[in-house]
């Protein structure tokens, strides 16, 4: 029974910290609800195993990681809130701790044993909140070291009953490998989610992080580790000498970007993965974006009873690392499960090395007589077959499993995939454009030919598209539109103002055509002109000053404008009722369907009253809508004898057929 066995329900640390119900329990540590009585806030309360508490390097590293941890303020981490040492020093009593929020829900481990595989919605919303948390310590200048679905907790409290994802145990893997890993032989880690380097030389960075991300996303994808095996440093030993598979050859319905996605952060080279969580982060957006997945509601894991080790109904951050570390010799010849198991301590130079089964402990012999010549015969025969025996496994390692990774550029997929079978390789495919090799054909592989690879490694064949085709650029799609399906062809869409051009058919702003014409096969990157519409084409306001009205409204429909009347002008130049002008006016160029203003004249043409009895004449001038200004002559008396009846208008002024303004007054000349 270990000393974290002990139940410390209802102590108070620090004088401030009331422990209360047992949450979870570790090897070198355990998690308790708990109360902080200052603020009255419910805590989690993480109290390590008793004999790391006066270990000097253990302290120094404890303090020094729980500051950095509590410095890290961000929505899916879970919050340090405090740390100390309860007891007296020397004292087997005396205790490390750290004061925690608490989140009440559960693990991803715990959604993955309850679910399996997660729909893709699901997988890259998790995926995106652990990379965001772990982004903001990277960004802090903190390694996690410990990324495993049992440190993502799933929390209560988001929008619409979805759970809040938190990452927790942040710098406690590196504390505690202060006092469990002084000489740098044994590596602390879980094996199903270790990267390469971390195995060979104990170096743990943001990249390290990122390949913890990455098994994590293909445990998310297929509801299985990628590496399982009988001990777990055979799962350390596959980490490091093979490439993690395809995430669609455990689930067909997978995307190939999401392969691709979780091939990028597990490449056992360090170097050709994203820099840090950020960089990874944006990568997965990408994808996302390009997939059309949303963001979806992450469902809180059912409820559990703590075990031991546990996955709690309520959370802290669970066991590091290296909080469930066992002797080296032990993690080697126990049979325990090569999955995700909890963490192991594994001696560094095994993993290394082609897994075999660890030797017995030898223990001394009682000394026995000497033997006949015949047995010493049989002892040389025996250690000559232990020497040939040692120097095969020798050739086997370092170079008997190795093959030449063959040439097969130029051949066609069937005759790469059988010549890569034959090289006793798997292969896989992908596809790109090129100029100059054909479709259909081989152009390199990855590792190169020529290049070593162990027997069965994946070698990645690049098949040819052949040149790139300008794609069908429907008429009337966006500029946009036309631009992303170019690029998508690997080719440069460009942009000539002066190229656009009018057209009825096509709405302003829409794509009219592109230029070389779709279909026509180019280099790759070669620019792919995009032709816009420039809406109608304007055209001259047609000539209808002098027509008359209903003449002038015809002629400038049947051009295709909208005349109206925009009022009367007098103009003696033009006569009444017919046009004056336009507005816009003669010549000037309009878009098709817009509306003219017509102005009709509104004058007078005066008219011709001599040798008219005067009454007449009144008449004639009033009917024109003009007034008389003056005249003579006897008043008519009725009977036809004298009056206006008999005086005649002799002259006039103005003169006949003179334009003026209606209700100008004309002069009479009359007789008698």
């Known amino acids: 029974m270990t000393r974290t066995d002990e139940n410390l329900a209802g102590a108070l640390l620090d004088r401030r910290y009331r422990v209360d119900g047992l949450l979870a329990r570790g090897g070198m540590s355990s998690v308790y609800r708990g109360l902080d ?28 990681e729980a500051r950095s941890a509590a410095k890290l303020h961000h929505p899916h981490v879970v919050a340090v809130h ?65 990324v495993k679905p049992e440190n993502v907790l799933i929390g209560r409290g988001g929008q619409a009953g979805s759970g809040v994802v938190k990452v927790g145990d942040f710098g406690l893997v590196r504390a505690v490998s202060a006092t469990a890993n002084t000489t740098g032989s044994v590596i602390l880690g879980t094996v199903a989610y270790l990267s390469p380097e971390q195995v060979t030389n104990g170096s743990a960075g943001e990249r390290g992080d990122v390949y913890s991300v990455g098994i994590l996303l293909y445990e998310m994808l297929t509801g299985h580790v990628p590496y399982t095996a009988d001990t777990p440093i055979s799962v350390a030993y596959r980490h490091v000498n093979d490439d993690v598979p395809a995430p669609s050859a455990s689930r067909s319905d997978l995307p190939p970007a999401l392969d691709e996605l979780v091939l990028r952060a597990t ?86 090395a082609a897994p075999a089964a660890a030797d017995p402990s030898e223990e001394e012999q009682p000394a026995k007589p000497r033997r006949s010549g015949g047995w010493l015969a049989l002892w040389l025969v025996a250690a000559l077959l232990l020497v040939a025996g040692v120097g095969a496994g020798g050739w086997w390692l370092l170079s008997g499993r190795y093959v030449d990774v063959p040439d097969i550029s130029g051949m066609d997929r069937q005759q790469a995939a059988q010549a890569l079978r034959d090289a006793e390789l798997t292969p896989t495919f992908e596809q790109e454009r090129h100029n100059t090799v054909p479709s259909g054909t081989s152009i390199r592989t990855d590792p190169p030919a020529g290049a070593r ?24 799609i966006s500029v ?49 002109a995009v032709v816009v519409s420039k809406g109608p084409e304007p055209l001259p306001v047609p000539a209808v000053a002098g027509m008359p009205r209903d003449q002038a409204f015809t002629t400038l429909q049947e051009a295709g404008f909208q005349p109206y009347d925009a009022g009367e002008e007098f103009s003696a130049d033009v006569a009444g009722g017919h046009v004056v002008r336009t507005e816009p006016g003669n010549g000037e160029t309009v878009d098709q369907g817009s509306r003219i203003g017509v102005y009709v004249s509104n004058a007078v043409d005066v008219p011709d009253v001599q040798g008219r009895p005067l009454p007449d ?21 009725g009977g036809g004898f004298g009056g206006d009846r008999f005086v005649f208008v002799v002259g006039q002024n103005p003169d006949p057929g003179t334009r003026v303004k209606r209700g100008s007054e004309v002069a009479l000349s009359t007789l008698p």
């Open 617 to 637: 004449a009144r008449q004639l001038l009033s009917d024109a809508g003009l007034k008389v200004a003056g005249g003579s002559g006897g008043d008519d008396d």
């Open 453 to 476: 690879a162990l027997q069965g490694d994946q070698v990645n064949v690049m098949i040819s598209l052949g040149k790139p085709v300008v794609p069908d650029i429907q008429q009337g």
């Open 82 to 146: 405090d740390q100390g040492f309860d007891g007296t020093p020397g004292s087997e009593q005396r205790r490390a701790f750290l004061v925690m929020e608490l989140v009440d829900g559960g693990t991803l481990r715990d959604l993955l044993d309850e679910r399996g595989a997660l729909t893709l919605p699901q997988v890259l919303t998790i995926s995106e909140d652990v990379l965001s948390a772990l982004g903001a310590a990277h960004a802090a200048g903190l390694v996690h070291r410990d």
């Open 267 to 352: 490449r056992r080279d360090a170097e050709a993965r994203p820099a840090d969580a950020t960089a990874f982060l944006e990568q997965l957006r990408e994808v996302r974006g390009q997939l059309g997945i949303q963001r979806t509601a992450v469902p809180i894991p059912a409820q559990r009873q703590p075990q031991h080790p546990s996955s709690p109904s309520e959370h802290a951050a669970p066991e590091s690392d290296a909080e469930r570390t066992v002797p080296a010799m032990q993690a080697v010849t126990a049979p325990t499960a090569g999955g995700p198991t909890g963490t192991q301590a594994l001696p560094r130079s095994a993993a290394g």
């Open 37 to 64: 009585t200052r603020l009255d806030r419910p805590v989690a309360i993480k109290i390590m195993d008793s004999r790391f508490a006066d270990d000097r390097s253990f302290v120094e590293r404890f303090e020094r």
């Open 480 to 528: 946009e539109q036309a631009q992303q399906a170019i690029k998508q062809a690997q080719l440069t869409p460009t942009r000539d103002e002066n190229t656009d051009q009018y057209s009825t058919d096509v709405q302003q702003g829409a794509v009219i055509s592109v230029s070389p014409q779709p279909g026509t096969q180019v280099n790759i990157g070669t620019n792919v």
